[in-house]
Each structure stands twice: as structure tokens, then as C-alpha cells.
């Protein structure tokens, strides 16, 4: 079953750093391009980055480029999003998901989800 599992979220303050990390299970991994996405109440689903499946190329929105950086791990099985100078607007429910900017609204296998709050 395909089961993917957000963590590494948390409470950090403007300005700090966190990683987060997905680790996927039951399907092939290596094989797919990687996105994360994140959620709010105000704004709904947001896509944030991208990663081809071998790591080679990777995506971002304008609202986070220069601030984070995507990678991933393929014989670990993990994917990761480093995220550096957080705003308060950065405060989300982070999900990774299989498939690029244009295609992870069709991924059917969601995680919990992983919640970042920025916040002094």
C-alpha cells in the first residue's frame, strides 16, 4: 500500500530553519517525481517544489524560491525539503506527493501531513 509519512515539522521562529522528510513505502520511489505541497485554511493547497525522480532537476514556487531546497534520497527511500528563512506565511500543513507542479492533484495516496508554524 502506498503510505508516505511526513515529519519534521514544528513550531520555529521567523527566520529559523527546519527540514522536513518524507519516507515513502510501497510503490517504486525511485522511479517518481516528487512534490511537496502545503495547506491552510485561508489559501488552500499550495504546490511548493519539485524534484525529477532521478534528483536532477528541481522546481519551486516564487513564494519560496531562494528559501528552500528540495532533495531526496532515493536509496533511503525519503524525500526532503529544507527550509530556510521562514516567514509566518510559511505556516502551513506540508504534504509530499507524487508528481510535478501540473500533476499532484491527481495522487490518490495522501500522509498525515506535517505542520510548520511560524511564529515569535
Known amino acids: 500500500q502506498v503510505q508516505p509519512v511526513e515529519s519534521g515539522g514544528g513550531l520555529v521562529q521567523p527566520g529559523g530553519s527546519r527540514r522536513l522528510s518524507c519516507t515513502a513505502s510501497?510503490?517504486?520511489?525511485?522511479?517518481?517525481?516528487?512534490?511537496?505541497v502545503r495547506w491552510t485554511p485561508e489559501k488552500g493547497f499550495e504546490w511548493v517544489s519539485e524534484i525529477t525522480a532521478?534528483?536532477?532537476?528541481?522546481d519551486y514556487a516564487n513564494s519560496v524560491k531562494g528559501r528552500f531546497t528540495i532533495s531526496r534520497d532515493n536509496a533511503k527511500n525519503t524525500l526532503y525539503l529544507q527550509m530556510d528563512s521562514l516567514k509566518p506565511e510559511d505556516t502551513a500543513l506540508y504534504y509530499c506527493l507524487r508528481g510535478s507542479s501540473t500533476t499532484w492533484r491527481q495522487e490518490g495516496y495522501w500522509g498525515q501531513g506535517t505542520q510548520v508554524t511560524v511564529s515569535s
Open positions: 532521478d534528483g536532477g532537476k528541481s
Open positions: 510501497g510503490y517504486a520511489f525511485s522511479t517518481y517525481t516528487m512534490s511537496w
